[in-house]
């Protein structure tokens, strides 16, 4: 079954198509600048080099019909005919309550994710817009929507409501739905692989640190606990955005500034996390660099991201009550020994022992490393959220199949 995987953004559609159940990647590529002067696509297909083609694309009906054609290129494809995907499998970012698990697309879903492009003004209209052009352009080809959301719909009401006023959950849905869920299950399904053990027995911790990062609690398979909130504002420090905060601090600057909710709103996501502390960079590799010159706030600005991360493992080990595997993936999780290191010092409480080597000599590949006698296991898994969207898709477009 040859399945097509979308994610797409403001101004971008990056894609990759499986061949499945192999899980071989036969072509992938991203389109950017979608809407500005010139965009640009960057193709890629088995044993072929990088092609590039620059054209004006005003939208993602336009951007997915280039895309389609140069999967059927002659030269360039890895398709005869169009004809030949099987299904769609879109990232979407926000299913609030009603998606707890991937789905084919229907009027029904369509509906949801426009309901929610209120919650997420960045992603969903943009991963809507994805949707419509496909079914557009490949009209009788299912679609699947894999949804960030949609792990974290297994945390219990006492973990995902705020102790505010209960009408503004049952009027205005707010609450924690949780991000970056596809990464984080995943990552966890991959793990018990490698540990050859089945995920529902264990208490797994999963680090998603990227330039967005978020860590959850994994029991038994199912997300009980998630650092990323109403909306992925809440939790570890990050880049741009400042993680936990008490809402005083907005107030406050709020009034002593004259600041209007949207410019503090701008603030706490775009100015502030590793860069508003450091003043350097949102890139930690630009952070360790200034580390090493000798710049005091680049420290710091790391110093409270470690401190973050550890605090919230502590806690996700006692909602868990124990742990049996840790894992860090994404840009930092998987390339940044030292962030690892750092992180799980001082855990041997909770029986977490890394071997440094073992941790030193890792970069970006799955690797166990705690030493053999730690308790709890600490690996590496680098993320692959195609690939789960990828195998979500075939598994629902294969039971319609069969179902026909
Ligand atoms: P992502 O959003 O998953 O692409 O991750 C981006 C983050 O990963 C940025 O902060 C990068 O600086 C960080 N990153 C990537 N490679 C490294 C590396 N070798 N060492 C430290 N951080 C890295």
């Given at each position: ?47 072929n ?9 005003r ?8 895309v389609?054609e140069?999967?059927s290129?002659?030269?360039y494809?890895?398709?005869e005919d ?24 229907d009027d ?13 003004p ?12 496909c ?18 719909q ?23 739905y949780?991000?970056?869920g ?63 905060l ?31 502390v450091?003043?350097v ?19 710091l ?20 009550n124990?742990?049996?595997?840790l ?14 290191e ?12 890394i071997d440094?080597?073992?941790n ?27 690939l ?17």
């Open positions: 079954m040859k399945i097509l995987v979308i994610n797409s953004g403001s101004s971008s559609i990056k894609y990759q198509l499986f061949s499945m159940p192999q899980e071989k990647i036969l072509a992938r590529g991203l389109l950017e600048r979608i809407g500005l002067s010139c965009s640009v696509l960057h193709h890629s297909r088995e044993g080099s990088e092609l590039e083609i620059s054209k004006q694309i939208n993602h009906h336009q951007g997915l019909k280039v389609l140069v999967l290129h002659p030269e494809g890895a398709v169009i004809d030949e995907i099987d299904a769609v499998g879109h990232r979407v970012v926000h299913g609030g309550e009603k998606y707890t698990a991937s789905c084919l697309v029904d879903l369509v509906s949801t994710v426009r309901e929610f492009c209120e919650l997420a960045l992603h969903n209209p943009h991963n809507l817009a994805g949707i419509e052009a079914q557009k352009l490949l009209p009788s080809v299912p679609q699947v929507a894999v949804f960030d959301t949609a792990f974290h297994s945390i219990a009401d006492h973990a995902y409501l705020y102790a505010i006023p209960y009408l503004y959950y049952e009027k205005y849905r707010v609450r924690r949780g991000f970056h596809t990464s984080h299950r995943y990552v966890a399904l991959r793990a018990a692989q490698i540990l050859g053990q089945p995920l529902t027995d264990l208490r797994v911790i999963t680090c998603h640190l990227g330039n967005g990062c978020s860590i959850t609690a994994v029991k038994g398979g199912k997300s009980v606990e998630t650092s990323m909130g109403f909306t992925p504002l809440e939790g570890l420090v990050m880049g741009t955005r400042s993680g936990d008490d809402p005083a601090v907005a107030f406050y600057l709020m009034e002593k500034l004259g600041l209007s909710a949207s410019q503090m709103k701008q603030i706490l996501n775009k100015k502030s996390g590793l860069l508003g450091s003043e960079s949102n890139d930690m590799r630009d952070i360790w660099k200034a580390k090493e010159a000798g710049n005091p706030r680049a420290d600005s790391l110093r409270i991201f470690w401190h973050r991360l550890k605090k919230y493992i502590g806690a996700y080990a006692a909602v868990m124990g742990l049996d595997a894992i860090f993936t994404a840009g930092i999780g998987e390339n940044d020994c030292q962030t690892r750092k992180v799980c010092q001082g855990m041997d409480y909770l029986g977490i022992e440094k080597d073992r030193a000599a890792i970069q970006g590949e799955e690797a166990v490393i705690s030493t053999d006698s730690s308790r709890v296991k600490v690996l590496v898994v680098p993320t692959n959220e195609e789960m969207i990828a195998q979500d898709t075939y598994q629902i477009a294969k039971g319609k199949t069969e179902g026909q």
